[in-house]
């Protein structure tokens, strides 16, 4: 099984400045057929389901605001919030959707204002 | 616009069953295949169930193979989890999702119900 590990658990960022989230899979998640990263990034808020921001490893779905980026290849990937505003608290995950069907989720990064 | 309204969550004792259902509306269900995932309180995203647009195949984590069975109906235009033997360790909130189709990632979720399995 593919494992996803997050860094950091938590974060405390202040408004305006950035915020770095990192993902690492215990193996690539790199498709050799189409040179895809099978990699998606997820915004959780309290009592809310799961919303998808970027697919693709660095694909913005629609209407994510483009301060939201990802990056990365094969095991360690990043999502990047250029500069944080208050609605961006909330936990994040990233998921490889390399082994199907479903793939494995890493364990969540709670983002909040320093 | 793509709805998903999952019901049927409850409290149950451990050894029982219970059976979610995942209204679906917006779009042509018949046409998607459907996932289940499950958040345990406080925890993570977990992966639980795949079923594809004809309902021919069937998918499951293996800490709930064999004990959760899948199935839609497309004349309903829902989805269902059939949880039999449930351990305290199912505890959580169980979305159902809708495949994308290129890749096993989730656009489209519901908002959750909650199992809760305890004595």
């Known amino acids: 099984d593919i494992v996803i590990t997050q860094s950091p658990d938590s974060l405390a960022v202040s408004l305006g400045e950035r915020a770095t989230i990192n993902c690492k899979s215990s193996?690539?998640?790199?498709?050799?057929?189409?040179?895809?990263?099978?990699l998606a990034w997820y915004q959780q808020k309290p009592g809310q389901c799961p919303k998808l921001l970027i697919y693709?490893?660095?694909a913005r779905e629609s209407g994510v605001p483009d301060r939201f980026s990802g990056s990365g290849s094969g095991t360690d990937f990043t999502l990047t919030i250029s500069s944080l505003q208050a609605e961006d608290v909330a936990v994040y995950y990233c998921?490889?959707?390399?082994?199907?069907?479903?793939?494995?989720f890493g364990q969540g990064t709670k983002l909040e204002i320093k | 616009q793509v709805q998903l309204v999952e019901s049927g969550g409850g409290v149950v004792q451990p050894g029982r069953s219970l059976r979610l259902s995942c209204a679906a509306s917006?779009?042509?269900?018949?046409?998607?295949?459907m996932h289940w995932v499950r958040q345990a309180p406080g925890k993570g995203l977990e992966w639980v169930a795949l079923?594809?647009?004809?309902?021919?195949?069937?998918y499951y984590a293996d800490s709930v193979k064999g004990r959760f069975t899948i199935s839609r109906d497309d004349s309903k235009n829902t989805l269902y989890l059939q949880m039999n033997s449930l351990r305290t360790e199912d505890t959580a909130v169980y979305y159902c999702?809708?495949?994308?189709?290129?890749?096993?990632?989730?656009?489209?979720w519901g908002q959750g119900t909650l199992v809760t399995v305890s004595s």
């Open positions: 999702a809708r495949d994308i189709g290129d890749g096993d990632y989730f656009r489209h």
């Open positions: 917006g779009f042509t269900f018949s046409s998607y295949a």
């Open positions: 079923i594809s647009f004809d309902g021919n195949n069937k």
């Open positions: 193996q690539s998640v790199l498709h050799s057929s189409n040179n895809k990263n099978y």
């Open positions: 693709w490893a660095s």
């Open positions: 998921q490889q959707y390399y082994s199907t069907p479903g793939g494995t």
